[in-house]
């Protein structure tokens, strides 16, 4: 009866074998080739690609180029075009027609100062005419008598000298009431200030009711902003390739597709100690849209020529304000390498400052194999 048993318990295994080998041949994904893929390696700008000979690959040639040098620089006051407003009469501030930042127009009213020195000024004034009224007629009378005889030459020549000297202080407080910014003819305690020159108030260190002092602090600063400076840190190491009056392409961050051009005129003879770097100044003009400190990038162009790789533009990506290049590496893998694009050439062909060299074979369609890899 054991044996029976046994015997039928073989016949239910061996069958629950037999269905379930059957199940696994029938399942059709077993069957189906691959899909096409494309293998990272650890290395994440190394990838491998099935069909590497669906990306046809493009050589570099060599592209002759001046030097070039980018770096960093903000926009700043030309200080041989700024003009301080100053005031040659000390008093208290009684009305201000300008503020920071505005523009202005040679002789138009900035400030009204209210002067006790222009009330002195008028004291000596009006004395010193007084003084010479008197001179003149007693020097009239002078030349009477000595004309008679009544008088001594001498006493002629005394009253002669003292209407001259009556006249040059007439003239001499005259003109001091002038450079005070007061009118002869309209005796008053207040004096206005006009702009000087015509620009921008790019500095203002008074208030209304504020306190002026002759010589002292500065009310107003105004600003030629026609012309402008681009002040650029340099390293050290690249002083060598700037020059005196090389050119400069000028770009802002505020503007990126516009571009100025300048002209370097100063190298700073001092290195800052800390980022080891030099001021490089560039002038530049200035149509309106450069303001005081913005940020720019500069790139000077030497005189010394240089080999660039010239390649395709096709063969450049442009991802994330960053310019690549997919360059081969044998059995099927490619590597994606970051180049700094220059000058857009005839052709359309794409200057390559730097990243790859003459000869190197790049991808000639980046964008393609871009979109392979994301597949």
Not at 154 to 163: G, K, L
Not at 336 to 361: F, K, Y
Request: hydrophobic share 40%.
């Amino acid at each position: 009866m054991k044996s029976e048993v046994s015997a039928i318990l073989a016949l239910i295994i061996a069958a629950t074998l037999v269905v379930g080998g059957c199940g696994k041949a029938e399942d059709p994904s077993s069957e189906a080739p691959p899909p096409a893929q494309v293998d990272h390696e650890q290395d994440g700008s190394l990838v491998q690609v099935d069909h590497p000979e669906q990306f046809p690959l493009s050589t570099a040639a060599a592209h002759k180029a001046k030097s070039q040098l980018a770096v960093t620089g903000v926009v700043a006051v030309d200080v041989s075009r700024s003009v301080p407003v100053i005031s040659l009469a000390s008093g208290r501030v009684i009305d201000i027609r300008a503020r920071l930042g505005d523009t202005v127009r040679k002789g138009q009213l900035m400030m009204r100062i209210e002067s006790s020195d222009i009330s002195s000024a008028f004291s000596d004034y009006r004395k010193a005419l007084a003084d010479e009224a008197l001179a003149s007629t007693q020097l009239d009378r002078e030349k009477d008598l000595y004309s008679h005889g009544a008088v001594s030459q001498n006493d002629f020549q005394v009253a002669e000298d003292t209407e001259n000297k009556a006249k040059v202080d007439v003239e001499t407080t005259a003109e001091h009431l002038r450079l005070l910014g007061s009118d002869l003819n309209q005796p008053t305690g207040v004096v206005d200030i006009a702009a000087p020159i015509s620009g921008v108030i790019t500095d203002q260190e008074i208030t209304n009711a504020g306190s002026v002092q002759a010589f002292g602090t500065n009310p107003f600063t105004i600003s030629d902003l026609s012309y402008v400076w681009v002040l650029c840190d340099v390293h050290e190491d690249d002083l060598p390739n700037v020059h005196l009056n090389d050119t400069a392409d000028i770009r802002l961050d505020a503007y990126p597709g516009v571009e100025f051009k300048g002209t370097i005129n100063n190298i700073g003879a001092i290195l800052d100690p800390n980022i080891r770097t030099a001021k490089v100044r560039v002038e530049v003009r200035n149509s309106g849209l450069l303001r005081i400190g913005m940020f720019v990038t500069a790139n000077f162009h030497g005189q010394k020529p240089e080999i660039h790789a010239e390649i395709p533009a096709a063969a450049i990506l442009h991802l994330r304000d960053r310019e690549w290049v997919y360059v081969p590496q044998g059995a099927g893998r490619f590597r994606r390498v970051e180049v700094v694009a220059g000058d857009t050439l005839p052709g359309n062909m794409q200057e390559v400052v730097s990243g790859i060299q003459p000869g190197t074979q790049v991808v000639s369609n980046a964008l393609t194999m871009q979109n392979t890899v994301e597949q």
